[in-house]
């Protein structure tokens, strides 16, 4: 036993002090993966963290999920409108996740006792996942209840820098000049554009906008979740590869590994 000892000890140390470090390593380069839920709602996650974006999933023909069944650790919101703001109380209730949103709009919720940060255009900020930019959306943002309309502030964008990544959901957005300096001032790995037209660009600007973006993958959103937005997103992409752009169409569901 006297002869073991020195083995022993020897194992305990190499285990208290070495195993954890290969394991901290292992976290560091833990895939990372976009999961799509229909219309402008996106699930991004690292292992650790669990970003919702515009949680619309209650009353959301295309949702794959149900609102009771995702945990996010942080939901990020556009706008005020329903198709975007959607179940985030009831989550943000239920799971404690922190909400970033524009300014009025945050102040509105932390209003209803949720945690909220409150953001703007051209602000960044870093969090424990990574950093957040508010980018302009030319839109509006409202909470209609009945004939009652409770302007929200301005919409916004977002810009999230995750592991060395960079992806961009425009929000609800007509096409602006201003998606040049976007594309200029940050290598996107991803954009999430809208291409349902009425509300938000059709195609043809999201095209244009995916031209001015130029990130290595674009993907639509925003289409099919009502007769007035039905578009054909495999046309989008087809265009997008004939202007040397890749692009990729994700089902409900459907989950995207941006790095493994
Ligand atoms: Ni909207
Ligand atoms: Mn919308």
């Given at each position: 036993m006297g002869l073991l000892l020195p083995f022993y000890c020897c194992y305990l140390y190499l285990t208290s002090q070495y195993f954890p470090i290969i394991m901290w390593h292992k976290e560091v380069v833990i895939m990372l993966k976009l999961i799509f839920h229909g219309h402008a709602c996106f699930s991004i996650t690292d292992g650790t963290y669990n970003l919702i974006i515009?949680?619309?999933?209650?009353?959301?023909?295309?949702?794959?999920?149900?609102?009771?069944e995702v945990n996010p650790t942080h939901i990020l919101l556009t706008h005020g409108h329903a198709d975007h703001l959607g179940d985030a109380l009831e989550i943000a209730a239920r799971t404690a996740a922190l909400i970033i949103a524009p300014n009025e709009l945050a102040l509105y919720l932390g209003h209803k006792g949720v945690k909220t940060v409150a953001m703007h255009i051209g602000g960044s900020r870093r969090f424990p996942f990574g950093r957040i930019k508010l980018t302009p959306a030319w839109h509006s943002s409202a909470i209609i209840q009945g004939q009652e309309i409770i302007y929200t502030g301005a919409p916004c964008g977002y810009l999230i820098e995750i592991q060395d990544e960079t992806i961009y959901h425009a929000g609800d957005t007509g096409l602006f000049g201003d998606m040049q300096l976007i594309g200029a001032r940050s290598q996107l790995d991803l954009a999430l554009l809208?291409?349902?037209?009425?509300?938000v660009m059709g195609p043809e600007d999201a095209l244009i906008a995916a031209e001015m973006l130029g990130a290595k993958v674009t993907i639509p959103m925003h289409?099919?979740?009502f007769p007035l937005i039905e578009q054909d997103p495999y046309l989008f992409v087809d265009n997008l590869s004939k202007k040397g752009l890749k692009g990729q169409v994700l089902k409900p569901g459907q989950e995207y590994v941006i790095k493994d």
């Open positions: 515009d949680p619309f999933l209650k009353g959301n023909p295309l949702a794959d999920v149900q609102a009771q809208p291409i349902g037209d009425n509300y289409y099919d979740t």
